[in-house]
């Protein structure tokens, strides 16, 4: 199983990596969550190689070493693969452009989700900046759709 | 009577659907949520698994570290020679401040004797580096190299050359995690340098500044006042510089000025950090004293 999903493995290893780099620019974080980035390219690179379960567990794996709150990142993976598996035919279908729209809207519900968990158990909200990460996940998967290796073409 | 439809999706029925097992999993997910915030077992969680996050890190550095070895391993002699002559210049002056600084605390010392004010408590710094940053929008914090194995304790202050940085909010076993001036949990009881005044500032969060609470609209406050800790909380050392005001919002409506300030420590841009350390330990200041027992 390991070896079937070896790419996978390593990718998410890297994802976690570059989570710990800053993008920093006028005093906002524009870090996107790249390990939401990786699981969701997988999703529809090979949809039978990822499992809602899968996305829970990267996400409660991911809370043990980053979280503030265990589970917060597990219940938003997992509702990020319900939504993805929603617009799977649509992002396959339209061009690229389309797919971008769609793919915001799977990151932008990411943050909301997180957004809900975190002002619940701690009554801050980060203000609008928070919602620029999105932005700059949907321009990094622009930018890496153009490469041969990260084409969804199945 | 059965529809084919029907018929096929039970022949080839996989297990729950989709909507149950996202159900299944939002519901593990909230109670593990709930007994966390409860119980805090995550800090203990955490306690085993930096330990297996090491190699990461030291993976993760090597870029930036073989960039130093490489540029420090080529920069000509006289670019050497000349930051040498600048560093010793730089030690010679801050030698003869030293030795003023010496002699104005022994001063002040004697005048707070003379005064019967308790001494100033004595602290020392460690310099420890700067493994990462957490990735996480709703929290502003750093993970520094060293933890118990330093004897590190949570509750510590963390500062750079410039200014306060933090505070150190949990100890593992070979790490420590710092919370930062700018996170929105973090208040540090300041004095203002120009007149005094005392405050407590709260961290902004994400847009890394930090702002000063309770002080009415018409309090001496002017833009550019240097904030310094006062050392009233027996945990941050007197007059380690915090913050600068930035802008003074004030509103007749509200009962309270708005005052922004921007930390004066280089929160993002270092790579190592000094970890003050009370020569008393804290520990033994906070711990109640006979009288209060008898109370």
């Known amino acids: 199983m390991i070896r079937k999903n070896k790419s996978l493995i390593i990718s998410l290893v890297i994802a976690a990596m570059m989570n710990l780099i800053h993008i920093n620019i006028f005093n906002t974080d524009l870090t996107p969550d790249f390990i939401l980035l990786t699981l969701i390219f997988w999703f529809f690179k090979n949809p039978n190689a990822v499992s809602i379960s899968l996305f829970w567990f990267v996400g409660l794996v991911n809370d043990i070493f980053m979280g503030d709150l265990l589970g917060q990142y597990a219940l938003t993976y997992a509702s990020c693969y319900f939504i993805a598996q929603y617009f799977i035919n649509k992002i396959m279908l339209n061009n690229k452009h389309q797919q971008l729209v769609y793919i915001f809207f799977i990151f932008l519900m990411a943050q909301i989700i997180m957004l809900i968990i975190n002002v619940t158990h701690d009554l801050y909200y980060p203000g609008l900046s928070y919602y620029f990460q999105s932005i700059t996940a949907v321009l990094i998967w622009h930018v890496l759709s153009k490469f041969k290796l990260f084409k969804l073409d199945r | ?295």
């Open chain 2, 1 to 295: 009577m059965i529809k084919s439809h029907q018929r096929s999706s039970k022949l080839f029925n996989k297990g729950p659907s989709l909507l149950s097992k996202l159900l299944l999993l939002t519901l593990v997910s909230i109670v593990l949520m709930g007994v966390d915030f409860r119980f805090h077992y995550l800090k203990n969680i955490r306690q085993t698994t930096n330990v297996l996050t090491k190699p990461f890190y030291a993976v993760l550095n090597l870029p930036s570290d073989l960039y130093d070895f490489t540029t420090q391993y080529f920069s000509n002699q006289s670019q050497l020679i000349h930051e040498n002559e600048t560093l010793k210049l730089d030690i010679d002056r801050l030698k003869a401040d030293l030795q003023r600084l010496d002699f104005v605390d022994q001063e002040n010392n004697q005048l707070k004797n003379l005064l019967e004010v308790k001494n100033a408590r004595k602290f020392k710094t460690e310099a420890v580096s700067i493994i990462y940053s957490r990735f996480d929008p709703f929290s502003q914090k750093i993970i520094i190299d060293g933890g118990q194995n330093k004897n590190f304790q949570a509750g510590q202050p963390v500062i750079d050359a410039l200014g306060l940085l933090g505070q150190i909010s949990n100890v593992y076993p070979e790490t420590s995690e710092v919370t930062l001036v700018i996170d929105k949990r973090m208040s540090v009881p300041i004095q203002i340098q120009r007149n005094g005044l005392r405050a407590i500032t709260n961290g902004n969060g994400q847009n890394e500044t930090i702002s000063l609470s309770y002080l009415p609209n018409s309090v001496d406050v002017i833009k550019g006042d240097i904030l310094k800790t006062s050392g009233i909380d027996t945990i941050y050392p007197e007059g380690i510089a915090v913050a600068e005001v930035l802008e003074i919002y004030n509103n007749p409506k509200l009962p309270f000025a708005k005052i922004i300030c921007k930390p004066i420590s280089a929160i993002r841009s270092h790579s190592h950090v000094l970890v003050v350390t009370p020569v008393n330990k804290i520990v033994n200041n906070l711990a109640p004293t006979k009288n209060d027992q008898k109370k």
